[in-house]
């Protein structure tokens, strides 16, 4: 006799096998009365683990960390007048905010690193050889993936490092591209398209 339902992972419109994820860890909620038999964390009905569920609950900051009118008047002057490269370190709380880029692993390093190569590259068809000097700072805000704010130091042979404002669009399919790459200072930044 064949079985009424499905079988235990396949797909029942077509039969294939379904991708499973593994669980790995269970949570236990008490309960304030226990099914006769049920084993803790696990679920009554089958005996399988329980799934992974994470509780949400609304966060409130201390009083002493709500951004006061000048703080956010504060960080949207600097962040207009400076295109997005100078901002308070506070700006990355503000809902759309840009704020600093934390550089903490290898994967952020090789990211901003390779967005720089890119940067000087574009900027380099001009008929001029910049390399690489030093990073000054990152700053990131989320847009459709993040939208980088990158200042730093490159050479052209033996001369004086010029310092580069570098904005740079990275989506959620890792697709990178440079919005611009200008020599000069924070408020000229974005006026001039390189």
């Known amino acids: 006799m064949a079985p009424v339902g499905p079988r235990r992972g396949r797909d029942d419109v077509d039969g294939k096998q379904k991708k499973t994820v593994k669980e790995t860890s269970t949570v236990h909620r008490p309960t304030s009365k226990a099914s006769v038999g049920a084993k803790r964390g696990r679920d009554d009905g089958d005996g399988k683990p329980k799934k992974t569920v994470k509780e949400t609950s609304t966060v409130h900051r201390p ?12 960080y949207y002057r600097q962040f207009f ?18 704020g600093p880029y934390s550089m903490t692993d290898k994967y952020r390093q090789k990211l901003v690193k390779d967005m720089i190569q890119k940067s000087l ?12 000097d030093k990073l000054v700072s990152v700053n990131a805000g989320a847009v459709a993936g993040l939208m980088f704010y ?10 004086a490092p010029q310092t580069f404002y570098s904005k740079v669009w990275k989506t959620f399919n ?14 000229d930044a974005g006026t001039s398209q390189a």
């Open 63 to 74: 009083p002493d960390e709500k951004l006061t009118d000048e703080q956010i008047h504060e």
């Open 81 to 98: 007048r400076s295109q997005g490269f100078i901002v308070p370190d506070y700006g990355g709380r503000l809902c759309g905010g840009v």
């Open 121 to 132: 590259r574009i900027y380099n068809r001009k008929n001029v050889n910049f390399e690489f």
């Open 150 to 159: 990158i200042t730093f130091n490159a050479r052209s042979g033996d001369d």
């Open 174 to 187: 890792d697709y990178i591209k440079v919005q611009f790459c200008v020599i000069g200072n924070a408020q």
